[in-house]
């Protein structure tokens, strides 16, 4: 597992994504004093975490940043850095749900969220391997045909470029394809690191290794504990991915795992462009150099965290990649999380007194971006007009009611599913080194792991933030939460939230 060790900048997985490849963390005015009150508290070290900090530091806010681990922890570590001008939510679906006006906004907050990171590479002079591609979505079938049409037109809707074209350059049969212009791609953990520097270069502080369980507010000052410590701040971000606790976000956002490969080929036929397909899941194909050696990366296969087999979702995207590319190596294979806000746009700003900014979907390069212009413009009493667009609390149209009915009946389900089916009775002895399961011991549900050693790690698998029972996921070593996407280690530490608490650890020897 990649944990807090100093020779390399962590995740929260086994597997190393190429971003974290002779990459050393940088330590950042590194101390908290528990008697200041902060004007800002950013809770989070990742892409919306660390451009806020930047942004309200520059302003002129005394800011402290906290982060459970390390920098870049979280999915900012595990994304595969695509800039792109459009989003997963196409702009004619976010019409269709909040009209012409919000599908505009969210047009002018995707390209201002590109322009800020284009901005602060310029600024603080980040070598984060950025550069200006096209972009090409094809088409296979009829249906996608369509889609392609309906993605085509939503975005010259809203004043965006969009050509169709015969040649995209994949070696995948195809019915037609569209070309964006000016789109990038970067290194996302030097890009993040560039912004840590501008950040201590103001003043701004740091505190890793802490991971915040509450917030609550006293006499208008904000109290975010930690254990026993207690930071203050007049403002609150929480810059976590999706906010801790049971919240509205765990109803509104459902995580999503991902999967993305680092492929040597055996010829020179590496896209020089950003190319995504329109199946189910998708896939997307792009290029990056990575220490002297150019990768083929080929993502897609996602999936909702804890329902399906991260083994075959990675087995089934390198079946995909060998069908169509001479493959010499796979020398990289990762995967992380993200959220899906049920009616389609990110939930960006202020509610029950915190400010917060979560369900980016696969775009939160520049939706965590623009975030930090919407969080600081508010704290900073300016107006914003993206407010009422991403509001948290904004009242959903009628459009994503049924997505949303549906999120929430799948977690339904698995909270009363897995509480009562018995689907696991099998000796912990039987588990072979390196796998973990949840087994059935004396009428009792555990979650055990086997490490290559031979020592069992048993844990109680009940979800400590609603209760749902975890699911192995032998790739990343984790302990993944099927309701709300919560991840924990193979000794119950909490590797992503929502859960704030760590799994109980349960004595192993009267399970053997
Ligand atoms: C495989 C994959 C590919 C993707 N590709 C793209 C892409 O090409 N383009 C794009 O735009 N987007 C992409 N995305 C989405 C994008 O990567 C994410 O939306 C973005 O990285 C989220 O950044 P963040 O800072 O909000 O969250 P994170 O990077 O997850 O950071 C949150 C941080 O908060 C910390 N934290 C959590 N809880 C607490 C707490 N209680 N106390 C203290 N700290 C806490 C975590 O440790 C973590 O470091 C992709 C996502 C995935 C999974």
New binding site residues.
């Given amino acids: 597992m990649a944990t807090g060790k100093d020779q390399i900048i962590a995740r929260?997985g086994v597997h190393e994504s190429p971003w974290q490849s002779g990459l050393t963390p940088i330590k950042t005015n590194s101390t908290a004093d528990p008697r200041t009150v902060y004007d800002v508290l950013i809770?989070?070290?990742?892409?919306?975490?660390?451009t806020s900090a930047l942004m309200l530091q520059n302003a002129g806010k005394k800011c402290l940043l906290?982060?459970?681990?390390?920098?870049?922890?979280?999915?900012?570590?595990?994304?595969?850095?695509?800039?792109?001008t459009f989003a997963d939510t196409t702009y004619t679906e976010a019409q269709s749900a909040f009209g012409k006006e919000g599908a505009q906004l969210f047009a002018d907050a995707v390209n201002e969220g590109f322009a800020i990171i284009k901005e602060n590479i310029k600024t603080y002079k980040i070598a984060c391997d950025f550069a200006i591609k096209k972009s090409y979505v094809y088409a296979e079938t009829e249906g996608q045909v369509k889609q392609l049409e309906d993605l085509c037109k939503g975005m010259r809707e809203v004043g965006l470029d969009c050509t169709y074209t015969d040649e995209v350059p994949i070696p995948v049969p195809h019915q037609m394809g569209v070309v964006m212009e000016n789109q990038a791609?970067f290194h996302?953990l030097r890009y993040l690191q560039g912004l840590q520097k501008g950040y201590g270069k103001a003043g701004g502080q740091v505190l890793e290794h802490?991971?915040?369980?509450s917030v609550k507010i006293e006499n208008k000052i904000h109290l975010a504990k930690?254990g026993d410590q207690t930071f203050k701040a007049l403002k609150v971000i929480?810059?976590?991915?999706v906010p801790?606790g049971i919240t509205i976000f765990s109803f509104r956002c459902a995580p999503?795992?991902?999967?993305?490969l680092g492929v040597k080929l055996k010829d020179e036929n590496y896209p020089h462009a950003l190319i995504y397909d329109l199946q189910e899941p998708y896939h997307?194909f792009r290029t990056h150099i990575i220490d002297g050696q150019k990768y083929l990366l080929v993502?897609g296969n996602?999936h909702k965290t804890g329902h399906d087999d991260p083994e075959k979702a990675f087995a089934s995207l390198e079946r995909y990649v060998r069908k169509y590319y001479k493959v010499a190596s796979v020398d990289y294979r990762?995967?992380?999380?993200?959220?899906i806000p049920v009616d389609g746009l990110p939930y960006i700003g202020h509610i029950d007194g915190i400010y917060c900014?979560?369900g980016?979907?696969?775009?939160?390069?520049?939706?965590?971006s623009i975030?930090a212009k919407i969080l600081s413009d508010l704290i900073l009493d300016k107006k914003t007009k993206y407010e009422k667009v991403f509001s948290p609390s904004r009242i959903k149209p009628i459009d994503g009611f049924a997505e949303f009915v549906k999120e929430n009946a799948d977690v339904a389900y698995h909270f009363v599913a897995d509480r009562f089916k018995v689907h696991e009775t099998d000796s912990v002895k039987r588990l072979s080194p390196g796998t973990g399961k949840v087994v059935e011991v004396d009428g009792e549900k555990v979650a055990a792991y086997k490490d290559e050693s031979g020592q069992l790690h048993s844990l109680n698998p009940v979800c400590t933030h609603a209760g749902c029972i975890v699911n192995w996921n032998g790739e990343e070593k984790s302990w993944d939460c099927p309701c709300h996407g919560a991840r924990f280690d193979i000794d119950g530490k909490?590797?992503?939230?929502p859960a704030?608490r760590g799994l109980e650890q349960i004595k192993a020897k009267s399970h053997e």
């Fill in positions: 929260d809770i989070g070290g990742g892409i919306t975490g660390m906290i982060e459970a681990e390390t920098i870049g922890f979280g999915t900012t570590a595990g994304t595969s850095a695509h800039i792109n791609q996302p802490t991971r915040i369980d930690s929480y810059a976590t991915h801790p999503y795992r991902s999967y993305v997307y993502g996602d990762w995967s992380s999380q993200y959220y900014a979560t980016f979907n696969g775009n939160g390069m520049m939706l965590g975030s909490v590797l992503a939230g704030t």
